[in-house]
Nanobody
Framework: QVQLVESGGGSVQPGGSLTLSCAAS????????MGWFRQVPGKQREFVSA????????YYADSVKGRFTISRDRTKNTVYLQMTSLNTEDTAVYYC???????????????????WGQGTQVTVSS
C-alpha cells in the first residue's frame, strides 16, 4: 500500500510563492507517475500538473503554465510543486496523486491515479 504525505500548504499574499511537497512511502516502487490536483468547495477536482513515468516529462494545466513548476527527487521519492505569481484563483485544497503505468491520455484525469494524499490547503489572499 502506497501512502502519500503532503506538506508546504499555507497562506500567502497575491503575487507570492509557495512550494508543496509530496513524499511517497510504503511501496514507492509501485508508482512511476505523480501529480497534483486541486479542488474548491462546490467544484470538480481539477488537474494542475504531473510528471510522467521515469522519463520525467511534465504536464501543466493551462491555468498554471508559466507560473508553476513540478519536479521530483527520485532518491527521496518526493515530488514538488513550485508555485509563483499566485493569485486568489489558486486558492484550493491541493491533492497529491500517484499511479503506475499511467498512459499519456490519463495523466490529467483523476481516474488515472490509484493513490491520493489527504490534501493541503493553499490560500491566497491579502
Amino acid at each position: 500500500q502506497v501512502q502519500l504525505v503532503e506538506s508546504g500548504g499555507g497562506s500567502v499574499q497575491p503575487g507570492g510563492s509557495l512550494t508543496l511537497s509530496c513524499a511517497a512511502s510504503g511501496g514507492s516502487n509501485s508508482v512511476d507517475t505523480m501529480g497534483w490536483f486541486r479542488q474548491v468547495p462546490g467544484k470538480q477536482r481539477e488537474f494542475v500538473s504531473a510528471i510522467w513515468r521515469r522519463e520525467g516529462r511534465t504536464y501543466y494545466a493551462d491555468s498554471v503554465k508559466g507560473r508553476f513548476t513540478i519536479s521530483r527527487d527520485r532518491t527521496k521519492n518526493t515530488v514538488y510543486l513550485q508555485m509563483t505569481s499566485l493569485n486568489t484563483e489558486d486558492t484550493a485544497v491541493y491533492y497529491c496523486a500517484a499511479g503506475r503505468g499511467v498512459i499519456l491520455s490519463s495523466v490529467p484525469q483523476e481516474i488515472g491515479y490509484r493513490y491520493w494524499g489527504q490534501g493541503t490547503q493553499v490560500t491566497v489572499s491579502s
